[in-house]
């Protein structure tokens, strides 16, 4: 193959730890050195495509700055998700105090990751039962540490895989210009790479004890080992009314084309709880010329996970953006004659609505479960390979489902984030395939409304004191979470670059003391510190 070269440095250009975006006739590439040594790979996250030159350098692995997938500057390996793809990589030498880097002529932003081929010989069967980012994130790992068996993915819905975050965003927002549910992979991708995906299939049992799927069908399925994926599926009300047309909740693609065909320009829309699906809803229809009523138990949004602060921010955003909250009230019902048509709180406050959308969080869906102990939410209780406590060693279970051990603090969560389910799919996965591999990864997700960002770093259930250092109402600022004089958690908006370092301080237990935070901190040098 032909390829391409420039001079993009010189030789003592860039110190150790460093990186710039440089271009070789045309092509983008990020070029970093650490430990004396130049590497080369794709300039762009292979998830939404961000500038990787806008992230972190930590040791040899690069943070995106959007939604913080990580990946080798050496090999351009994926670390972390989200996202599925490599980076590529290309050639780099060091002649006469220059530095030449060398692509293809026809360089690819992203390449797939190097996969086992299925042998016929290999009888083993791993099935994933759940086709969302922790299903979908292990079957691939499956085939990239070199299992050879037959991985079966099993999913409830009619479609391939696909990116459920935005289903709250950008695809509710504007559905009508949307092509339909893109997914995560062909269906030629799967069959090349010898994974079985099993699309609409309902399993209504799993036998632990005899490692058995029942499906819905009367069909079963043995396996030599299982990860359970299943998710969440979002709480109803349980007031009068909940059952009259126009009532929906927010999950699938499918709820955001119901919600969407009922959302048109004009429409009176009540969003029950102000919980992140709830808000993004909310900003999602207002973007649709949509009239919106928020209730809420909360005295702000987001006030049991940001603060009244932080929430409040939020709070200031969206009423600039046209929404009405009703706080610290409750549905008492819903009344309309087959069609809803208010939405009455308790003290007697009647809202109109023509759509109510409840966004009231999620319960883990672990019905079909037999012969294992579950929690009293319905989770099951795993250990830091993602193994289930009391099963016989061949039961997984990954993402909204699973409550494990925090790495950092010890206690026992349960944590309904895309990326952490895409990050424990992928370790349960390598523990199936005979790793020995402990989930040690830190938590973060994202959100974006009204056109504001806000991102999180780390686990706070609850804390003792919210430090903000910044500018609130510039939405300027990170907000650290401290509990017993440690940082669990960090939310930020404008200061992307020192999450991502943040992220990577955490991780690898570089976290200042509560008195140095104070007094500012500069997050890179820590992170190099």
């Known amino acids: 193959m032909s390829k391409k070269q420039a001079v993009v440095a010189l030789a003592d250009e860039l110190k150790d730890g460093q990186m710039k975006q440089v271009s070789v006739e045309g092509t983008d590439v990020l070029l970093t050195r650490v430990d004396g040594q130049y590497h080369a790979v794709g300039a762009y996250c292979t998830h939404y495509g961000a500038p990787l030159a806008t992230g972190v350098l930590s040791g040899t692995r690069v943070v995106c700055p959007w939604h913080h997938a990580c990946f080798s500057v ?19 030498k060091v002649e006469n105090g220059q530095v030449i880097v060398a692509v293809p002529e026809e360089a690819a932003k992203q390449r797939v990751p190097g996969m086992a081929k299925p042998d016929p010989a290999d009888q083993r069967v791993f099935a994933i039962l759940g086709g969302g ?43 009508e210009k949307q092509s339909g549910v893109r997914p995560s992979r062909s269906e030629a991708f799967y069959a090349q790479h010898g994974i079985e995906v099993l699309k609409d299939k309902r399993v209504t049992r799993v036998d632990a004890g005899k490692r058995q799927l029942v499906f819905a069908d009367g069909s079963s399925l043995g396996y030599e080992a299982l990860l359970l994926a299943t998710g969440a599926t979002p709480r109803q009300l349980p007031v009068p009314g909940a059952e009259l047309e126009g009532v929906m909740t927010l999950r699938t693609s499918l709820d955001a084309d119901r919600i969407a065909t009922a959302a048109q320009a004009g429409t009176k829309a009540v969003v029950v709880g102000s919980s992140f699906i709830g808000m993004e809803c909310a900003a999602a229809l207002r973007s649709r010329n949509v009239q919106v009523q928020v209730v809420a138990m909360e005295q702000v949004p987001f006030e049991r996970v940001l603060g009244k602060e932080v929430g409040g921010l939020f709070k200031t955003i969206a009423e600039e ?8 009230a409750q549905v008492d019902h819903l009344a309309g004659n087959g069609k809803v048509e208010k939405v009455v709180l308790k003290g007697g406050v009647e809202l109109e609505a023509d759509l ?12 079909y479960l037999e012969g294992v102990a579950k929690n009293p939410d319905g989770s099951v209780s ?26 950092i603090s010890g206690e026992r969560i349960r944590i309904e984030h895309w990326r952490v389910a895409g990050q424990q799919g992928r370790v349960a996965a390598r523990n199936m395939a005979g ?35 910044g500018d609130l109402g510039q939405k300027n600022f990170l907000a650290y979470y401290v509990k017993g004089g440690q940082v669990r958690a960090v939310a930020g908006a404008g200061r992307d670059k020192a999450l991502c370092a943040i992220e990577e301080c955490l991780r690898l237990r570089k976290m200042p003391a509560l008195a140095a935070l104070k007094a500012g901190v500069d997050w890179e040098a820590q992170l190099r510190a």
């Open 74 to 92: 050496v090999s351009g390996d994926q670390e972390e998700p989200p996202g599925l793809d490599a980076l590529p990589c290309f050639e780099v």
């Open 435 to 469: 790793h020995v591999t402990p989930f040690t990864q830190v938590p973060f997700f994202w959100t974006r409304q009204f056109n504001q960002n806000l991102r999180y770093v780390g686990h706070a259930s609850s804390w003792d004191e919210v430090v903000v250092d």
């Open 321 to 328: 953006s046209g929404v009405v909250f009703h706080f610290n």
């Open 356 to 367: 109510v959308v409840v966004g009231a969080g999620v319960k883990p869906v672990t019905d």
């Open 382 to 407: 795993v250990d830091a390979f993602m193994r289930v406590e009391g099963s016989d060693g061949s039961l997984y279970a990954a993402g909204d489902i699973a409550a494990f051990p925090d790495p």
């Open 133 to 175: 980012a922790a299903g979908a994130a292990a079957a691939e790992m499956l085939r990239q540490e070199d299992f050879k068996g037959q991985v079966v993915l099993i999913g409830a819905e009619s479609f391939l895989p696909y990116d459920r975050t935005t289903m709250s965003k950008g695809y509710l927002a504007e559905r």
